[in-house]
């Protein structure tokens, strides 16, 4: 199973892409920043995303990789496969605008719904409880950082706790 997570520089259509985070594992994940001056176009700036990923400008202008290198990491990792994210509707939205900018077919990589992916391994061993039960509980103690990698990693711990309870309870 791989997992991906975006961070950008607003939610509107003339926004991009400023980070990406992929792995197969909490141990395969890379991350990256991107450079918007590598890129035309790529200007428009939200400042309240910046709140929510504290990723400065100017910090992806020193930073940041060319977005092109990027996307050909993700099509070398990633092209055929299924990738997943607790928000595919914006990560989809991402990742077409990265590869599309970068010259590269945005289906080559696909994009599903974990919470989907979760919620039916959930109902077929705990026909009662609730996806959003499990991530409250599971999301107590720990904290969110909105940061791609950081993100796809908590993810990643999320579906092993979803998976250690369903052995758990087979037991």
Known sequence: ???????????????????????????????????????????????????????????????????????????????GQTAYSDEPRFDNMWKERLLVDSGYDPGLIKIKNLKYFLNKKIKSRFPKKRLIDLFQEFSANKSIHHRAGADVIWLFKFVEFVEDLSTSSAN
């Open 1 to 79: 199973m791989y997992i991906i997570d975006f961070e950008a520089s607003g939610l509107s259509k003339s926004s991009y892409p400023i980070e990406v985070a992929w792995g197969s594992s909490v141990k395969t994940v890379a991350s990256y920043l991107l450079n918007p001056d590598k890129m035309d176009g790529w200007t428009d700036w939200n400042p309240k995303s910046y709140e929510f990923h504290q990723i400065p400008r100017e910090k992806l202008l020193v930073n940041g990789k060319d977005p092109r290198r990027v996307a050909k990491l993700m099509i070398d990792d990633l092209a």
